[in-house]
Structures are given as structure tokens and as C-alpha cells.
């Protein structure tokens, strides 16, 4: 009777070869396993995100629109272009007194406000309209309507005492009250204006305004308004 020994030893080899790869499987899938769990990274806590900061906006500049200075102060007289009347204006702080004189009859005392770009627009009491306005601060350009006529006019700037005069009183019971234009040149233009019936004026002295009126010494002034 034979021994089995080749064939138990190639049994036994068998039998290990097996164990050991059954041994080298599990622990392959251990070692996996742990790795991957060493790999997964943990959750983390989630982040609060900080709003986001609104910009504070600029200020948005004021607009600052530019203001004329008002008319300056100033005297003005002239003549209408058809040479029929003088005109004479006089401005101060934003109003203005004038005076429109043929010499014989026709005669308005107008008033008004001047705007600051050197128009305005004057009215009297008997209806009569000065619409004018200040060129450079040199002289007024514009029209004066009068019982219904329309008269175009320039009158310069006046150093006194050209300009527009004033005077009133009572004279032998009258009322008494006269205006004059004086020009640059000297030239003269007045009604003297009794209880309401107007007249041509005398001449005044343009450096003390002294007049004589029916026989009475009176003084014009300068007028403003």
C-alpha cells in the first residue's frame, strides 16, 4: 500500500493558497472601505453670509440758477423819434418814475417796477403806457402810447442836471403842479399844470431848480421814484 504523500502535501498547499487569498480579499475590502471613509469629508457647518452693505448714495449738488443783479440806479432822458415830446426816466431800486411831456398839453406821470433785466413796463393814471427796457445800463429803448398814438423814444443816461424835475405848490389859490425834462444839451421840455388845465412851463435854473411861476418863486427837485 502506497503513501499519499505528494497528494496530501498538493492538498495542503491547496488549502493554504486558498485561506491566504480569502484573507487578502477581506482585508482589501476593509482597507477600502476605511478609506473611504477617511476621504469623505464631514459636512460643515454652514456659513453665514454677511448682507451686503447698501452704498450710502452722494448728495446730489443743488442746482443754483443765476440771478441778475437789479437794474442799477441811474437817470435817463430823451426825445421821441419824431421829435414830438421828451421822455424822462428815473430808476431806483427796482422801480421807476417817468415823465412824458410834449411842452404844450400832453403830459403822463407813469410808475412802475423794473425787472431785472432792465425791462418794465410803466403805467398813469390816464391810461398811458411806457413799455422800455435798460441797454447795457446806457440809455432806454421803448415806446410810450398815449390817447391811443404809440411814440418810439431813446433816452440816454443823464447826469444831473439833466434829468427829470418836480415842482409843486399853491399860487393864488391854484394848485400848481409842473414837471420838466432837461437833457444832456441843456434843452428844456415842461407843462405847468393849473387846477387841472395844462400850460407850457417856464424855463428852471437846472443847477438850484429855482422857477418862477406866476409871479411866485418856486423850486423844482429832482424827482425819483
Not at 403830459?107 to 432792465?118: D, H, M, P, S
Not at 415806446?143 to 398814438?149: A, F, I, L, M, P
Not at 439833466?162 to 415842482?167: C, E, F, K
Not at 414837471?179 to 437846472?206: C, E, F, H, M, Y
Request: include cysteine.
Amino acid at each position: 500500500m502506497k503513501r499519499p504523500g505528494p497528494l496530501l502535501t498538493l492538498l495542503a498547499g491547496l488549502v493554504l493558497a486558498l485561506f491566504m487569498l480569502t484573507l487578502n480579499v477581506t482585508s482589501g475590502t476593509k482597507t477600502a472601505s476605511s478609506s473611504y471613509s477617511e476621504k469623505s469629508p464631514s459636512p460643515s457647518a454652514p456659513q453665514s453670509s454677511a448682507p451686503a452693505s447698501t452704498p450710502t448714495p452722494s448728495p446730489t449738488p443743488t442746482k443754483t440758477s443765476a440771478t441778475k443783479p437789479p437794474a442799477p440806479n441811474a437817470d435817463y432822458a430823451g426825445r421821441t423819434d419824431d421829435d414830438a415830446a421828451s421822455v424822462a426816466v428815473s430808476v431806483r431800486d427796482g422801480k421807476a418814475v417817468a415823465y412824458f411831456c410834449d411842452g404844450r398839453y400832453k403830459e403822463a406821470w407813469l410808475r412802475g417796477r423794473v425787472n431785472n433785466n432792465g425791462s418794465m413796463k410803466l403805467t398813469a393814471p390816464n391810461g398811458a403806457v411806457l413799455d422800455g427796457t435798460i441797454g447795457q445800463g446806457r440809455k432806454i429803448r421803448g415806446t410810450v402810447k398815449d390817447e391811443g398814438r404809440r411814440y418810439a423814444f431813446t433816452a440816454a443816461k443823464a447826469v444831473k442836471p439833466s434829468g427829470l424835475w418836480r415842482a409843486t405848490a399853491k399860487v393864488r389859490g391854484a394848485k400848481i403842479d409842473a414837471g420838466w425834462v432837461v437833457l444832456p444839451n441843456g434843452r428844456q421840455t415842461g407843462i405847468v399844470t393849473r387846477d387841472g388845465k395844462p400850460a407850457s412851463a417856464p424855463r428852471i435854473d437846472p443847477e438850484t431848480g429855482a422857477v418862477t411861476v406866476d409871479g411866485q418863486q418856486l423850486t423844482a427837485h429832482p424827482v425819483t421814484p
